[in-house]
T-cell receptor, first 107, second 113 residues
Framework: AQRVTQPEKLLSVFKGAPVELKCNYS??????LFWYVQYSRQRLQLLLRHISRESIKGFTADLNKGETSFHLKKPFAQEEDSAMYYC?????????FGQGTELSVKP | DGGITQSPKYLFRKEGQNVTLSCEQNLNHDAMYWYRQDPGQGLRLIYY???????QKGDIAEGYSVSREKKESFPLTVTSAQKNPTAFYLC????????????FGSGTRLTVV
């Protein structure tokens, strides 16, 4: 079955430390891949899409087709990065979410 | 406010009653989606519609129904057949013509007592 896996439910780091949120997918072909973020009491919003290869708020994500991974990285975490992060492939007009990783950045 | 509106924000219903959640968008997006968000389970797709007068079941459609009579509107009915309806429901829309991702509403928290 096609699926996306975010192995860590909770990731806790100190401010200034590097952070990597893991995402592995098992979809065939070349899905569009996105990272969405949900800050406390805010709407779910788009953080990154792999097609654009951009960096948003210091985050980057590289698509590794060999490992079928799309890990989200930031070299120096900030307290305001604390949020829920979802990896989501879009294939066939449907966006399928991973279970999410809660990132907690401590001062 | 964001272009996609869900109402109400909180909804309480008695067990056995059907309830309809509203989702309206003024973004001129073709596609609309309903997700259910439960703690520890992420977001699961209930129904989606890529064009007016057409919709498809998602992964957890049982106990739910939708309609798409207008481009702007995609209401979700939670029927009495849904075994565990208490959850947070999110609506989203997307312009199929670009890759700018999905726009989400602020959600409706449904509690069945």
């Amino acid at each position: 079955a096609q699926r996306v896996t975010q192995p860590e439910k909770l990731l806790s780091v100190f401010k200034g430390a590097p952070v990597e949120l893991k995402c592995n997918y098992s979809y065939s072909g070349s899905p569009e891949l996105f990272w969405y973020v949900q800050y406390s009491r805010q709407r779910l919003q788009l953080l990154l899409r792999h097609i654009s290869r951009e960096s948003i708020k210091g985050f980057t994500a590289d698509l590794n087709k060999g490992e079928t991974s799309f890990h989200l990285k930031k070299p120096f975490a900030q307290e305001e990065d604390s949020a829920m992060y979802y990896c989501a492939p879009n294939q066939g007009g449907k966006l399928i979410f991973g279970q999410g990783t809660e990132l907690s950045v401590k001062p | 406010d964001g272009g996609i509106t869900q109402s109400p924000k909180y909804l309480f219903r008695k067990e056995g009653q059907n309830v309809t959640l509203s989702c309206e968008q003024n973004l001129n997006h073709d596609a609309m989606y309903w997700y259910r968000q439960d703690p520890g389970q992420g977001l699961r797709l209930i129904y989606y519609s890529q064009i007016v007068n057409d919709f498809q079941k998602g992964d957890i459609a049982e106990g739910y129904s939708v309609s798409r009579e207008k481009k702007e509107s995609f209401p979700l009915t939670v029927t009495s057949a849904q075994k565990n309806p208490t959850a947070f429901y999110l609506c989203a829309s997307r312009d199929r013509g670009n890759d700018y991702g999905y726009t989400f509403g602020s959600g409706t928290r449904l509690t069945v007592v």
